[in-house]
């Protein structure tokens, strides 16, 4: 069991997610990895609503980021996307060349001198 970015118990799960490819037009299948909240542990952690909402607020600011990120097309070095993703930039690198996150497939673009870019595609 590890702890999350504000120090909560969580599990990491793996779930198959799907997109398409647009090169080949044929339907890709990824694992995404997440963690989530233990809610054998979290139950007994009463966080104040305050936390909770403070919490939130942060969470659809970090998803909109990823949504202007997608929708400009920008291109994204391994550490900002680990920012972005509140984790550790060995663990973006490490997930392979095309991963799901949350909305978005995650797919590595290219290598500019000693960074990897990123890009974040939108799927619902």
């Known amino acids: 069991m590890s702890l ?3 120090g909560l118990p ?3 799960l793996t779930q198959p997610s799907f997109f398409v490819d647009k090169q080949t037009q044929s339907l890709q299948v ?3 990895t997440m963690d989530v909240p ?3 542990q979290t139950d007994a952690i009463d966080l104040p609503r305050e936390v909770r909402v403070a919490q939130l607020r942060d969470l659809v600011d970090t998803l909109h980021f990823a949504d202007e990120i997608s929708s400009k097309g920008y291109l994204i070095t391994s550490s ?4 972005l993703m509140d984790v550790n930039a060995s663990a973006v690198t ?3 060349d095309h991963w799901v996150w949350r909305n978005w497939v995650v797919s590595r673009v290219r290598r500019e001198g000693n960074q990897i870019l990123w890009q974040l595609e939108r799927v619902d």
Do not use: F, Q, W
């Not at 900002?80 to 920012?83: C, S, T």
């Open 4 to 6: 999350n970015a504000y």
């Open 38 to 40: 233990s809610h054998s």
């Open 94 to 96: 490490s997930r392979g």
């Open 30 to 32: 990824v694992n995404s």
């Open 80 to 83: 900002e996307l680990a920012d």
């Open 10 to 12: 969580c599990v990491r």
